[in-house]
Each structure stands twice: as C-alpha cells, then as structure tokens.
C-alpha cells in the first residue's frame, strides 16, 4: 500500500515533522510505502473560475501548471492526508490554491475507496473549523474519510507539549491505518445520499451531453445507481433517496 501526504506549508516545520511521524507510525503498522508532497515545490496556478472544466472537461483548463502531476500522485495512493498549519484562520493559500484547481473534483468525485484524513498544526485556536472543512474536502472529493486532528504547535514546544503532539500523532495513525487495510466502502449518511441524488437529478434534468458533468455521471451509470458505489440502503434510505430525487425536481421546476 501506498500513502501520500500533501503539505500546504511553505516551511518545512510543523506539518512536515507531524506527517513524517505520521508516516513513520503507517510503515510501523504493515506494509505501507509513503510520500511526503510540499505543495510549495510544485507550480499550482490561481483558478480563475472559468468553468471551463466544469462544462468541457479539466484537460481544457486554460492553466497549465502541475495539478495532474498532484493528481496523479493521489490516483497512485491507497490513502491520502492534506496537512495545512492554521493561516488567519484557515487552510495555508498553498493549500487552498491547489483545492481550487480540484474544483471539478466535487462535481465529478472520483477517489472512491481511498482513505484520507486531515492534519492541522497551529500555535493558538479555532484548527477545528479547518479540521472540519478539510474532511469535508475529502469526502465531498470520494474519499473514505478518517476524521482529522488539530495539533498545538507553540513555539517553543514544552516537553509536555511534545508528548502530546506525539501521542496524537500516533492515535491517528492507528485510526488511519485500521480503515486503510479495511478498504470497505461505507454506507452513505442521509445527508451524502440527498447530496448524490439531488446533484445527479438536477445534472440529468438540466444538462445534456455537450456537458461533461453530464456525460461524466451517464458513463459511471450513476442516473440510474442508487449512490456513486454499489451499497445496500435499508428502506428507509431507499424511500429518502427517491423523495430526494422528487425534491430535486421540484426545486428545478419552481
């Protein structure tokens, strides 16, 4: 198995050292092979909102930098982390450029049964807004999401501190690993099946096939699927999956 960490610092500090440990712990456990991926050290573009590769297809993007080459990497990984330190607030502007190149990646999510997680460092408060953005991130991307963690990071680190940041280092890991070698795809919540059926019913009522959103679900068959996966619904999801669908419909109409 492989796994690719993707570090949206410019430093090669906190979040490197917290996904290196992290890592480290993953090759501990079994049989994992890793990356360590600084965004800092490839050429991500501004997305300029062109819509582009929502209507055409992300080949068309008119900027040319290396968001295929970080794809790629994600595409050759059985697990993924995004670890960002807390700028004002938010994910580093590295990392929130490069998910602004995956935009049509939450149109069209295609990392199904990969797992992933989250890592924030920070000195002071509010990473778990960050933490929860970024699972969201991945979720709504497709992948099998290991919620995240925030690590205090205040410089300079106390020896209390340290252990600390070791030892939830080592907890997520743990949490990782067990879904990494687990590889099931699960059962969708309520919410992520009215997203599906929602998106796909509007996308089928709404465009045609000159847009590649549309094609995209015609091809992966999933107009007709009951989610993105082949998955078991209980009746009662099933019953909400088609009011989800007549719901879709009747916003489209009024």
């Not at 059985?78 to 190149?101: C, E, H, T």
């Not at 995956?102 to 960050?130: A, C, D, M, W, Y």
């Not at 015609?218 to 989800?244: A, C, M, Q, T």
């Amino acid at each position: 198995m492989k796994v690719t960490a993707i570090i949206g610092s410019g430093r090669k500090r906190h979040s490197y050292i917290a996904c290196e440990k992290f890592l480290q712990n993953l090759h501990s456990f079994g049989n994992v092979e890793y990356e360590l991926v600084r965004l800092s050290e490839y050429n991500i573009g501004i997305c300029k909102g062109c819509r582009i590769c929502f209507d055409k297809g992300e080949e068309h993007c008119p900027n040319k930098d290396d968001r295929d080459i970080l794809i790629g990497k994600i595409n050759d990984s059985d697990g993924v982390i995004f670890a960002s330190p807390n700028y004002s607030f938010q994910v580093s502007g590295l990392m929130k450029a490069f998910l602004d190149r995956l935009g049509f990646g939450f149109h069209r999510p295609s990392f199904f049964g990969k797992t992933f997680t989250s890592i924030v460092v920070q000195g002071i408060g509010k990473g778990e807004n960050i933490v929860k953005y970024l699972d969201f991130v991945g979720k709504g991307l497709g992948f099998n999401v290991v919620k995240g963690c925030c690590l205090k990071t205040l410089e300079p680190m106390t020896e209390k501190s340290q252990q600390k940041f070791d030892r939830s280092i080592e907890i997520q890991s743990k949490k990782f690993y067990a879904q990494l070698v687990k590889k099931e795809f699960p059962v969708p919540t309520l919410w992520w099946l009215m997203i599906f059926r929602m998106a796909r019913t509007s996308m089928y009522k709404m465009l045609d096939e000159s847009c590649r959103d549309y094609t995209y679900f015609r091809d992966k068959g999933w107009f007709e699927s009951d989610y993105f996966y082949p998955v078991k619904l209980n009746p009662f999801k099933k019953l909400s999956g088609k009011i989800f669908d007549k719901l879709a419909i009747q916003i489209i109409r009024s």
